[in-house]
C-alpha cells in the first residue's frame, strides 16, 4: 500500500463531501477574497449584490443573485458592506428572521459610533442571530493564504450555536477561531485592527527622548566645548562617535527600566503588607510594556555592536593611529606596555560579549514561537534570572570602560561628568534595591505576600494568635 505522508496533506480542508450553501453579501475586494478561499474549500457560494450581474472579478463557481434572492439560499449570511448601507436590510427582516448574520464590518476611526457595527446588526435585524467575525483578516492574508498572516479570527456572539458554526467556517478555511464571547466584545474587536502598535508607543516616546537627550549632551561635551576653549572642529563626531556613545547608554537604560516596574512593585507590596491592591495605573501600563522595552533595548545594543565593528575602518582612527607611529618612530620612543590596563581593556570587551549574548537569549526567548514552547518556570528563569545576569554584566561592561576615570575631576567639562557615568544612575539603583529584596529576612517577607499573607488581615491576625496559644 502507498503511503500517504504528512507532507502532501492540504494545508485547508477541502472536501467534495461538504457542500454548504454560504451567502455573502457584497462583491467588494474582500467579498470576492473570502467567496474564492471557501470555495476552495468544498462550500457553495452565492453572491448577494444590488446590481445581480456576473463579473470576471468574481471567482468562478459562484452564482450572483440580488439580496432577496441570495438570502433564500442560506441560512448563514457573511455580511461584506459598510454599516452606511445596512439599510437595505430592514427591507429583508422577514428574510433574515432565523438566519446566522456575521458582519465582519471595520470603521474609520477608534469608538466611531455609540455602539458597535455588530450591535447597531442586531438591532436592525433583530430576528437574526449577529456574529462578530473575520474584520481582523484583510483580503490580502485571504489570498496569500493562512501561512503568510495572522491565522487568528476573532469571533463573538450571542447565540451559541450560531457562533458555533461560524467557527467551524473558521476553522475549515484554515483559520484559528477565538471565541471572545457575547456580542457585548464587538466594540473592542472592531477597535483592535485600528490600534497602531498600542503597547509600543510609551516605549518609542521613551527611547526617543533618552536619545535626543543623550545625543545633546554628548554634543556639548565633545563638540561645543572643544570648539570654545580650543577652537577645534569636532563636527564629525556626530556621525559615528556620538551615536556609539548614545546608542549603548540608551540599550542599558531602557534594559534597567525593564525591571525596575518589577522592583518598585516589590517595595509597594511590602510597604502595603498585601497584594490584594492595585497597583496605581501608570505602574500597570509599565510592567505591560516591559517586552517592548527589552525588544528596543536589544535593538539599540544591535547598532552599538554594529558601529563598533566600524571603528577600525573609521579615517580619524587610522589618521590617529598612523601619526602616532610616525611619532614614536620619530623621537624613537614605545609606550610601556601595561598588564593592568590591558585587563581592563579585555575585561571590558568580554563582560560586554557576554552580555551582549544574554541580551539576545532575551529577546529570542521572548518571541511568541519561542515563548509557548517553554514551561512558566523555564520562561520566568531566562526572563527573570538570566535577565537580571545580564544587566549586571552590561553594568559591570560600562562600570570598566570607565576604569579610574569616574573619579578623575579632568573628565569634567563644564561640570558635565561623561555620558556613561549619568547612564549608570537607573541601572546601579535597581540592582541595588534588587539585592535588598533577595536578603532572606526581606525575600521571606514578599514571598510570603505573593503567596497570600496580608500584614494586616483579620485572619492572619487569628493564626497569630492560634500560634501564641499553642
Known sequence: MEKTSADSLPLTVNSSEKQETVCIFGTGDFGRSLGLKMLQCGYSIVFGSRNPRMSSLLPNGAEVLSYSEAAQKSDIIILAVHREHYDFLTELTELLNGKILVDISNNLK????????????????PGAHVVKAFNTISAWALQSGALDASRQ????????????????????????????????????????????????????????ILCVFFFFYCVIREVIYPYVYEKKDSTFRMAISIPNRVFPIAALTLLALVYLPGVIAAVLQLYRGTKYRRFPDWLDHWMLCRKQLGLI????????????????????????????????????????????????????????????????????????????????????????????????????????????????????????????????????????????????????????????WERNSKFSKLALNVKTHI
Open 110 to 125: 477608534i469608538n466611531q459610533y455609540p455602539e458597535s457595527n455588530a450591535e447597531y446588526l442586531a438591532q436592525l435585524v
Open 297 to 452: 533595548a536589544l535593538g539599540f545594543a544591535f547598532l552599538h555592536v554594529i558601529y563598533t565593528l566600524v571603528i577600525p575602518i573609521r579615517y580619524y582612527v587610522r589618521w590617529t593611529l598612523r601619526n602616532m607611529t610616525i611619532t614614536q618612530a620619530t623621537a624613537k620612543k614605545e609606550n610601556p606596555f601595561s598588564t593592568t590596563t590591558a585587563w581592563l581593556n579585555d575585561s571590558y570587551i568580554s563582560l560586554g560579549i557576554l552580555g551582549f549574548f544574554l541580551f539576545v537569549l532575551l529577546g529570542i526567548t521572548s518571541l511568541p514561537s519561542v515563548s509557548n514552547a517553554v514551561n512558566w518556570r523555564e520562561f520566568r528563569f531566562v526572563q527573570s534570572k538570566l535577565g537580571y545576569l545580564t544587566l549586571i554584566l552590561c553594568t559591570a561592561h560600562t562600570l570598566v570602560y570607565g576604569g579610574k576615570r569616574f573619579l578623575s575631576p579632568s573628565i569634567l567639562k563644564w561640570y558635565l561628568p561623561s555620558a556613561y557615568v549619568i547612564a549608570l544612575i537607573i541601572p546601579c539603583t535597581v540592582l541595588v534595591i534588587k539585592f535588598i529584596l533577595i536578603l532572606p529576612c526581606i525575600d521571606r517577607t514578599l514571598t510570603r505576600i505573593r503567596q497570600g
Open 153 to 208: 479570527v476573532f469571533v463573538c456572539g450571542n447565540d451559541s450555536k450560531a457562533k458555533q458554526r461560524v467557527m467551524d467556517i473558521v476553522r475549515t478555511l484554515g483559520l484559528t477561531p477565538l471565541d471572545q464571547g457575547s456580542l457585548i466584545a464587538a466594540k473592542e474587536i472592531e477597535n483592535y485592527p485600528l490600534q497602531l502598535f498600542p503597547m509600543w508607543k510609551f516605549p518609542f516616546y521613551l527611547s526617543a
